[in-house]
Protein backbone atom coordinates (compact mmCIF):
# COMPACT_ATOMS: atom_id res chain seq x y z
CA UNK A 1 0.00 0.00 0.00
CA UNK A 2 0.79 3.65 -0.37
CA UNK A 3 -0.68 5.88 1.07
CA UNK A 4 -0.50 9.79 1.26
CA UNK A 5 -0.68 12.33 4.23
CA UNK A 6 -2.05 15.32 2.81
CA UNK A 7 -1.76 17.08 6.30
CA UNK A 8 1.48 16.87 8.63
CA UNK A 9 -0.66 17.19 11.62
CA UNK A 10 -3.00 14.44 10.65
CA UNK A 11 -2.58 10.69 10.81
CA UNK A 12 -5.28 10.21 8.78
CA UNK A 13 -3.62 9.09 5.16
CA UNK A 14 -5.67 7.42 2.51
CA UNK A 15 -4.27 4.65 0.00
CA UNK A 16 -3.19 5.78 -3.05
CA UNK A 17 -2.02 3.05 -4.89
CA UNK A 18 -2.74 -0.58 -3.69
CA UNK A 19 -1.15 -3.70 -5.34
CA UNK A 20 -1.18 -7.39 -4.38
CA UNK A 21 2.58 -8.78 -4.09
CA UNK A 22 2.90 -11.67 -7.01
CA UNK A 23 4.82 -14.80 -5.81
CA UNK A 24 7.71 -14.10 -8.25
CA UNK A 25 7.85 -10.08 -7.08
CA UNK A 26 9.17 -8.41 -3.92
CA UNK A 27 7.99 -5.47 -1.88
CA UNK A 28 10.46 -3.79 -2.41
CA UNK A 29 9.77 -4.13 -6.43
CA UNK A 30 6.48 -2.99 -5.80
CA UNK A 31 7.53 -0.06 -3.52
CA UNK A 32 9.78 1.46 -6.32
CA UNK A 33 7.14 0.81 -9.57
CA UNK A 34 4.34 3.12 -6.96
CA UNK A 35 7.05 5.55 -6.01
CA UNK A 36 8.26 6.16 -9.68
CA UNK A 37 4.26 6.23 -10.72
CA UNK A 38 3.54 8.43 -7.43
CA UNK A 39 6.37 10.77 -8.64
CA UNK A 40 5.73 11.34 -12.41
CA UNK A 41 2.21 11.93 -11.44
CA UNK A 42 3.62 14.40 -9.33
CA UNK A 43 5.77 15.87 -11.60
CA UNK A 44 5.85 20.05 -11.48
CA UNK A 45 4.28 20.24 -7.74
CA UNK A 46 5.97 21.06 -4.89
CA UNK A 47 8.68 18.79 -3.38
CA UNK A 48 7.02 15.01 -2.73
CA UNK A 49 8.96 13.48 0.87
CA UNK A 50 8.51 10.08 0.87
CA UNK A 51 9.09 8.16 4.29
CA UNK A 52 9.90 4.10 4.22
CA UNK A 53 10.30 1.75 7.08
CA UNK A 54 14.06 0.06 7.53
CA UNK A 55 13.21 -2.53 5.67
CA UNK A 56 13.38 -0.36 2.51
CA UNK A 57 16.42 1.18 3.61
CA UNK A 58 18.76 -0.58 1.32
CA UNK A 59 20.32 -0.89 -2.27
CA UNK A 60 17.62 -3.04 -3.71
CA UNK A 61 15.00 -0.21 -2.77
CA UNK A 62 17.29 3.32 -3.01
CA UNK A 63 19.01 2.55 -6.36
CA UNK A 64 16.12 2.14 -9.21
CA UNK A 65 15.09 4.97 -7.55
CA UNK A 66 18.18 7.52 -7.77
CA UNK A 67 16.97 9.95 -10.14
CA UNK A 68 13.81 10.05 -8.95
CA UNK A 69 12.14 13.85 -8.54
CA UNK A 70 11.08 12.56 -4.49
CA UNK A 71 12.69 13.11 -1.84
CA UNK A 72 13.24 9.96 -0.10
CA UNK A 73 13.93 9.48 3.50
CA UNK A 74 14.44 5.83 4.86
CA UNK A 75 15.10 4.21 8.97
CA UNK A 76 18.28 2.48 9.26
CA UNK A 77 18.35 -0.51 11.15
CA UNK A 78 20.49 0.39 14.05
CA UNK A 79 22.93 -2.80 13.44
CA UNK A 80 24.01 -1.37 9.75
CA UNK A 81 27.32 -0.58 8.65
CA UNK A 82 27.67 2.66 6.09
CA UNK A 83 30.90 2.96 3.81
CA UNK A 84 32.72 6.09 2.67
CA UNK A 85 33.86 6.91 -1.47
CA UNK A 86 36.67 5.08 -1.59
CA UNK A 87 40.01 6.92 -2.16
CA UNK A 88 41.23 7.84 -5.15
CA UNK A 89 42.96 5.11 -7.12
CA UNK A 90 46.81 5.56 -6.13
CA UNK A 91 47.78 3.57 -9.54
CA UNK A 92 48.93 -0.11 -8.36
CA UNK A 93 46.70 -2.84 -7.34
CA UNK A 94 43.18 -3.05 -7.25
CA UNK A 95 41.13 -0.10 -6.60
CA UNK A 96 39.03 0.30 -3.12
CA UNK A 97 35.99 -0.50 -3.51
CA UNK A 98 34.54 1.41 -0.12
CA UNK A 99 36.11 3.90 2.22
CA UNK A 100 35.92 4.78 5.58
CA UNK A 101 33.35 2.54 7.50
CA UNK A 102 30.49 4.16 9.70
CA UNK A 103 28.79 1.75 11.81
CA UNK A 104 25.75 2.90 13.78
CA UNK A 105 26.59 0.52 17.07
CA UNK A 106 30.42 1.97 16.82
CA UNK A 107 30.59 5.18 17.99
CA UNK A 108 34.34 5.49 17.37
CA UNK A 109 33.84 5.09 13.69
CA UNK A 110 31.79 7.74 13.41
CA UNK A 111 34.02 10.52 12.55
CA UNK A 112 33.49 14.76 12.87
CA UNK A 113 30.19 15.29 11.23
CA UNK A 114 30.19 17.82 8.68
CA UNK A 115 28.32 20.67 7.87
Known sequence: LLSWS????????PVVLSQRVKADE?????GVEQIKQLCRYRAGAELTVIPAD??????????PLKGVNCAIVVRLR??????GPPAAYGGRG?????GDR???KEPDTWGEPVE
Open 54 to 63: GGYGNHHFLG
Open 26 to 30: SALEI
Open 94 to 98: RPAVH
Open 78 to 83: RDRVLY
Open 102 to 104: FAF
Open 6 to 13: PEADSSWS
